[in-house]
T-cell receptor
Framework: DTGVSQNPRHKITKRGQNVTFRCDPI?????LYWYRQTLGQGPEFLTY????????KSRLLSDRFSAERPKGSFSTLEIQRTEQGDSAMYLC??????????????FGNGTRLTVT | GDSVTQMEGPVTLSEEAFLTINCTYT??????LFWYVQYPGEGLQLLLK?????DKGSNKGFEATYRKETTSFHLEKGSVQVSDSAVYFC????????FGAGTRLFVKA
């Protein structure tokens, strides 16, 4: 168990640019989640996958955000035309998904995005 | 929608003091409840969980009891240590995990 890995750790970009983050979950976990966390707040749900299927996307997520998990393993989160309000910590988490009610999330260390 | 409300911080205590962090939830169904902790410089990790009413989750001296009648899951510890200084998040799971805003705890020696 190497844990959930996220890359890059930090990303600084100019407003209007596109950015992409990667998450590698724990290998046997079939559920993968993306959250966003701003200072002083708890993680805010963005979207989740069961294997390669994206099962839910937050209504708060604008069309500039897209996530994929093409082979049911790693996932990418892309933000197009970034805005300063997108600055946050983006967290990825995974869980086995076989017994959802008893499966806690395993978090990565996050990708901190700064939009200038 | 589903939500979690927890007491605002920061909470500052002296070592060996008693800790309570209040958490209440609103859910459309019957959720599982969790406490996660984030130590300085580290990622979020599970502290304890409870999956049904009257269950008590416990770990590292922390406890929380699932109270369906009051929709609460308060975190307690009888004697805190400096190493317990962290941010604590209450959360519910009902198809996805919803987090509270977090409560920062400072423990002074």
């Amino acid at each position: 168990d190497t844990g959930v890995s996220q890359n890059p750790r930090h990303k600084i970009t100019k407003r209007g640019q596109n950015v992409t983050f990667r998450c590698d979950p724990i290998s046997e976990h079939n559920r993968l989640y993306w959250y966003r966390q701003t200072l002083g707040q708890g993680p805010e749900f963005l979207t989740y996958f069961q294997n390669e299927a994206q099962l839910e996307k937050s209504r708060l997520l604008s069309d500039r955000f897209s996530a994929e998990r093409p082979k049911g393993s790693f996932s990418t989160l892309e933000i197009q035309r970034t805005e300063q309000g997108d600055s946050a910590m983006y967290l990825c988490a995974s869980s086995p998904g076989t017994d959802s009610y008893n499966s806690p999330l395993h978090f990565g260390n996050g990708t901190r995005l700064t939009v200038t | 929608g589903d939500s979690v409300t927890q007491m605002e911080g920061p909470v500052t205590l002296s070592e060996e003091a008693f800790l309570t962090i209040n958490c209440t939830y609103t859910a459309t169904g019957y959720p599982s409840l969790f406490w996660y902790v984030q130590y300085p410089g580290e990622g979020l990790q599970l502290l304890l969980k409870a999956t049904k009413a009257d269950d008590k989750g416990s770990n590292k001296g922390f406890e929380a009891t699932y109270r369906k009648e009051t929709t609460s899951f308060h975190l307690e510890k009888g004697s805190v240590q400096v190493s317990d200084s962290a941010v604590y998040f209450c959360a519910l799971f009902l198809f996805k995990t919803i987090f509270g805003a977090g409560t920062r705890l400072f423990v002074k020696a």
